[in-house]
């Protein structure tokens, strides 16, 4: 989408080149940004400064210059990120898309969905629930209904298996001190 309302064809041309130039360094960036040899070298730096304290005597300039360095590049990264994450949406959603269109009975009404209000998602997802009830389901909440007591079953199976080890634990416990204090009598 063009960012300038000029009409002409330098305009669009301009505009074109100044996203896909955007597009291309922040997907370098990206990659260059999300590697273990970035997080390290950041690493090195936080510790770099850190050190540097005692030579600054701590000073204001030098706290500023980790304050004013972590903002800059945050600041930056926040627009990267955005980019990053808006063409992921963008590629995923096709795919979704591309896939009911391509299922024989799929409602293909259903490819426009990141464009409805949120009103109108509501209203689809309250559909869906009750078709999933007249088919012995209750569709989402159902699903998230069995999850949770699979994990409380899951929990509760962990606490019993934990109170069964402490419970033995203690039993052994006893029955040594019962054992050594009949050795200790006679």
Do not use: Y
């Amino acid at each position: 989408m063009p960012l300038s309302n000029n009409n002409s064809l330098g305009g669009f041309l301009t505009d074109a080149i100044m996203e896909e130039t955007f597009r291309v360094l922040a997907e370098r960036i990206s990659n260059i940004v999300g590697t273990s040899w970035s997080f390290m070298i950041a690493i090195g730096l936080v510790l770099l400064w850190a050190i540097t304290g005692p030579l600054f005597g701590f000073s204001d300039t030098w706290q500023l210059v980790i304050n004013t360095g972590t903002t800059i590049i945050t600041f930056l990264m926040v627009f990267l990120i955005q980019n990053t994450q808006n063409r992921e949406a963008v590629s995923v959603q096709l795919k979704l898309d591309e896939l009911l269109c391509a299922m024989q009975g799929a409602r293909t009404e259903m490819v426009n969905l990141d464009t409805l209000s949120d009103a109108d998602l509501a209203r689809l997802k309250k559909e869906f629930e009750r078709l999933g009830k007249e088919n012995g389901s209750d569709s989402l909440m159902s699903m998230d209904a069995e999850m949770t007591s699979r994990r409380r079953v899951h929990r509760s199976d962990k606490k019993a298996s934990s109170a069964v080890s402490a419970e033995s634990t203690t039993e052994v416990k006893v029955s040594r001190a019962t054992s050594s204090s009949d050795r200790k009598e006679p």
